[in-house]
């Protein structure tokens, strides 16, 4: 069993406290092209941000990053001055790291992973939204229940919503967390194809990889969409950033998430033509199954709504051990996104998911 209590992944804590030469080395060590993009002097220091005109970032693989994803696709924010720039990271690990160490000035990351980082005492601060709902448990035929799931092998990733909703999935059910195999994947299609091949039982994941599993694994059982834990529109993902982002470079801020506010009314007015971009680059998976999952899982950057939320799901992350009180309201700083909006109220409007 890998023991999400025992000391066979290093939590977040211990990556922020990796010096340069070991991170380096470990970056170094993976595939050629890891990075996508020239690091520029000093960023790997405490001033990380990127100079002028160019902000650099990390991102997740689900359709809560459709709209950063949208916005490099067609750099969106090139008319306020911005160039985007991805970090694309070897494992779901280096994501999150990145973000904390400095390398990245922002990151579309899980909120539970972005409180890790603030716990651990990175300067980072959760500025805009990411997606809402979209995160599927997906079991192998006939484990359609918690208590069938004792003992069986679950495929997912470690200080993720995609392990605490599990978590609290289980609880809710009244099976202990403890009561079942953990097996934490490196890629979502590591997880997927592990899945499929029969080597893990059940598998927490997003659109549109639940979509696609469902439909390509007869037989499989969908256990949850988390909406019957959470309610109706909880969020999943988070744009987080470098605190200093915030005053340094505020203006670049904020044309990034006009961008991405713009990416999300392309998406919402031209559904088709939005996935035609994105599928095959950015989502590995078929049209048909995007269609569904785009539906399943909206990009919203105006989470203002799911500041309470976002702060009450720590609890779970405190039982689990993954961080050692829970947050306060400082963690989240919508003030860049309420000036964005303030100045581009019309932009605002035409959006059809928004705190109310």
């Not at 911005?82 to 790291?97: H, M, S």
């Not at 092998?153 to 099976?175: I, R, S």
């Not at 037989?219 to 109706?232: A, E, H, P, Q, R």
């Not at 998976?285 to 539906?295: F, Q």
Request: net charge neutral.
């Amino acid at each position: 069993m890998c023991d999400r209590f025992g000391n066979e992944h290093v939590h977040a804590l211990e990556r922020l406290k990796l010096n340069r030469r070991t991170l380096l080395k470990g970056v170094g060590g993976g595939a050629a092209g890891t990075l996508v993009m020239a690091l520029g002097p000093g960023l790997l220091g405490p001033g990380a941000l990127a100079a002028g005109n160019t902000i650099t970032s990390t991102h997740g693989t689900g359709f809560c990053n459709l709209n950063i994803f949208l916005t490099h696709a067609m750099q969106t924010a090139k008319d306020d001055g911005l160039t985007l720039e991805f970090v694309n990271t070897p494992t779901f690990a280096e994501q999150v790291t990145f973000l904390g160490i400095g390398k990245v000035d922002v990151g579309l990351m899980p909120y539970t992973s972005f409180m890790a980082l603030y716990d651990a005492g990175a300067p980072v601060k959760v500025v805009a939204g990411g997606g809402i709902e979209g995160c599927v448990i997906v079991a192998r035929p006939g484990l359609d229940s918690a208590e069938k799931l004792k003992g069986k092998t679950l495929a997912t990733f470690q200080l993720d919503t995609l392990e605490v909703m599990p978590y609290d999935w289980l609880k809710k059910n009244g099976v202990s967390f403890k009561d079942v195999k953990v097996r934490y994947m490196g890629s979502t299609p590591e997880a997927v194809e592990a899945f499929k091949a029969g080597a893990v039982d059940w598998i927490c994941t997003i659109e549109p990889y639940g979509t696609a599993l469902l439909n390509d694994v007869p037989g499989s059982v969908m256990l949850s969409d988390g909406t019957d834990i959470y309610g109706k529109g909880y969020t999943d993902c988070v744009l987080a950033a470098r605190a200093p982002l915030l005053s340094d470079n505020r203006a670049g801020l904020k044309a990034l998430i006009k961008g991405m506010m713009k990416a999300q009314s392309i998406s919402e007015t031209d559904p088709d033509g939005t996935l035609e971009k994105l599928v095959g680059t950015y989502y590995k998976t078929s049209m048909a199954n995007a269609k569904i999952a785009k539906a399943k899982q909206p990009a919203v950057v105006d989470a203002r709504d799911q500041t309470q939320f976002i702060l009450d799901r720590t609890d779970s992350l405190v039982e689990m051990g993954y961080i050692k009180k829970k947050p306060d309201r400082a963690a989240i700083d919508w003030t860049p996104l309420e000036e964005v909006i303030a100045e581009n109220p019309e932009l605002h409007a035409q959006l059809k998911y928004k705190a109310a």
